[in-house]
């Protein structure tokens, strides 16, 4: 029986993957889940790809690549390389034998895995977990639904050259093939139409504490919300709900979220992720270099805490885990 809080962790990928780390130097890893973003799943080659469960999984068993910040350390391409001899054969509007996405070959051996594990049956929550105890985590990692949830980026169709013409792309297109570098114009959230699991909904109803890293408000976090009836469990425990900006100095850490922000008319700061989360977050932690942002934040009805937010020193990471605990009530 332990007497540590038991916390639940809203995520994407690498932020929420830094958090949770920080997080394990606080609390055991075994009273920490992570509930996992899987609108970025795809399927290439016949293969399930889950790229957020996937790098917080590689993160978190010290085996990312830290110079890419995902996939495998000393990976290897050969099988990515082989695949080039087939693009000059391969048929217009085929997507057979596609380079774009980079599965290296150690990485392959997760999805084999996870394929054939889905096509015995099995549902993602306990794939993902039997992953996570391969590499040796105690960690409870718990994708957001066991549905299909994929989101769906709308472009300018000029800016899919090769596309069908709709402007309607993956997010792993967008993401990985445009290297998000084109604007957008709308989100559709596959997980509207998904189910969270009976685990999901325990998790979040029972934990002491609710942590939404720092990941994008919209990609990352927004599927999980849009899950039926989440959103509705996390206004109801609303002061014990402390969300981490993804923003410092009005930048994202990594990745669109800033541009997102202003594509979809907010603040590209943390008081626009102040605005997002007000209805399901009590309290929001932001970089010290925006405390001039505090008060402007408090406006819109949380509380703010002010601290280093820039992970990779372990005294900094513990020092946030302890403050984020801390904004939700908690005494660690």
């Known amino acids: 029986m332990t007497n540590s809080p ?5 995520c994407g990928g690498v932020g929420a993957a830094r958090f949770l780390k920080a997080l394990s130097r606080v609390l055991p890893a075994a009273d920490i889940t992570g509930i996992v973003n899987t609108g970025d799943d795809t399927v290439l080659h016949g293969l399930h790809i889950s790229p957020d469960l996937d790098t917080i999984t590689y993160t978190l068993a010290a085996a990312i690549d830290p110079e ?5 350390v000393d990976e290897s391409w050969r099988a990515l390389e082989a695949l ?3 693009e000059q054969i391969r048929p217009e509007g085929s997507q057979a034998g596609g380079t774009w996405f980079g599965l290296g070959d150690q990485d392959l051996a997760t999805h084999f895995y996870r394929t054939a594990r889905l096509k015995e049956g099995a549902r993602l929550t306990d794939i993902s977990q039997e992953i996570a105890s391969a590499w040796g985590l105690d960690y409870r990692l718990l994708p957001m639904s066991d549905d299909p949830a994929p989101t769906l980026v709308s472009v ?10 709709t402007g309607w792309i993956s997010f792993q297109e967008y993401f990985v093939r445009h290297r998000h570098g084109i604007a957008v114009r709308e989100l559709h959230l596959g997980a509207t139409s998904a189910h969270p699991t009976p685990e999901v909904v325990q998790a979040i109803s029972s934990a002491d504490a609710v942590v939404i890293a720092p990941s994008n408000p919209f990609v990352s976090i927004g599927p999980i919300r849009a899950l039926p009836h989440v959103d509705e469990l996390l206004s109801q425990r609303r002061d ?3 969300g981490i900006s993804p923003l410092v100095g009005g930048a994202a850490v990594k990745g ?4 997102m ?5 907010y603040r ?3 008081v626009g992720i102040g605005q997002i989360y007000r209805a399901i977050c009590g309290h929001l932690v932001i970089d010290e270099k925006d405390a001039v942002l505090a008060r402007d934040v408090e406006e819109q009805g949380i509380s703010a805490t002010v601290t280093n937010t820039m992970m990779g020193d372990p005294a900094i990471d513990e020092h946030l885990a302890r403050l984020t605990l801390t904004a939700a009530g908690l005494s660690v």
Do not use: C, E, I, N
């Open 6 to 10: 038991q916390v639940t962790v809203l």
């Open 68 to 72: 890419r910040g995902w996939g495998l």
């Open 84 to 86: 080039r001899r087939y």
């Open 156 to 165: 300018d169709p000029k800016d899919d050259p090769g596309g069908d013409g």
């Open 240 to 242: 014990s709900v402390v």
């Open 256 to 259: 669109p979220a800033a541009d």
């Open 261 to 265: 922000m202003t594509d979809f008319g």
């Open 268 to 270: 590209p700061d943390s």
